[in-house]
């Protein structure tokens, strides 16, 4: 089992670029994360999946789109890259409700937008 | 609103000795909470999680202590080993009303030395 997958492992952006980052399970869970990672801010929840065909907003939204078509895939967009946008992200997943709350992480995709 | 705080940046201990990092949170409807270690370049990886019906929990040499009047919980690591050395991120989760989102501290990076 790879476990939690995420491609790319590295990207540069130039402002107003688009790209879209790959997250990808082999665990069967039914729900996904998006976090970025910012030094001194932990991870912060960006969009969320509860079940395939849904998304949800996480605590920092703005700038960024998600698609889940498949259940074990979670797409995360940035339609106008912008320098703020330059982190590290890293998509988890996990069972539902009612079982372990434990997420599994990817490696993580370090994204620099100039 | 940071409702997870992790307040030490960092902590160095010597090899052999008990690490302890702390945590602090404000939302009294978390009632579960979980540790989660990082290493460079890698996704956070579980570690150990308490139950807010619980005061501690023991896992090997790591055990969490829950301190719910004080909204305190501390991580003890014991003893402490040079391949301890990575960064410790305190998580919680208001499962009645967030269900499996997670809310992350900022990170403690933990130094054992030889």
């Known amino acids: 089992n790879a476990g939690v997958t995420q491609t790319p492992k590295f990207r540069v952006l130039k402002t107003g670029q688009s790209m879209t980052l790959l997250c990808a399970q082999d665990?069967?869970?039914?729900?996904m994360y998006w976090y970025r990672q910012d030094p001194g801010m932990g991870l912060r929840l960006i969009h969320y999946?509860?079940?395939?065909?849904t998304t949800a907003k996480g605590e920092v939204p703005d700038g960024y789109n998600v698609s889940r078509l498949k259940k074990q895939n979670f797409l995360l967009g940035l339609e106008s890259a912008a320098p703020s946008q330059t982190s590290v992200y890293f998509c988890?997943?996990?069972w539902g409700l009612g079982f372990s709350y434990e997420q599994y992480f990817g490696p993580g995709t370090r994204l620099t937008v100039t | 609103d940071q409702q997870v705080k992790q307040n030490s940046p960092s902590l160095s201990v010597q090899e052999g000795r008990i690490s302890i990092l702390n945590c602090d949170y404000t939302?009294?409807?978390?009632?579960?909470f979980l540790w989660y270690k990082k290493y460079p370049a890698e996704g956070p990886t579980f570690l150990i999680s308490i139950s807010s019906i619980k005061d501690k929990n023991e896992d090997g040499r790591f055990t969490v202590f829950l301190n719910k009047s004080a909204k305190h919980l501390s991580l003890h690591i014991v003893p402490s080993q040079p391949g301890d050395s990575a960064v410790y991120f305190c998580?919680?989760?208001?499962?009645?009303?967030?269900?499996?989102?997670?809310?992350f501290g900022e990170g403690t990076q933990l130094t054992v030395n030889p």
């Open positions: 939302n009294s409807m978390f009632d579960y």
């Open positions: 999946s509860v079940g395939e065909g």
């Open positions: 988890a997943s996990s």
């Open positions: 665990m069967n869970h039914e729900y």
């Open positions: 998580a919680a989760s208001a499962r009645e009303t967030s269900g499996s989102r997670l809310t």
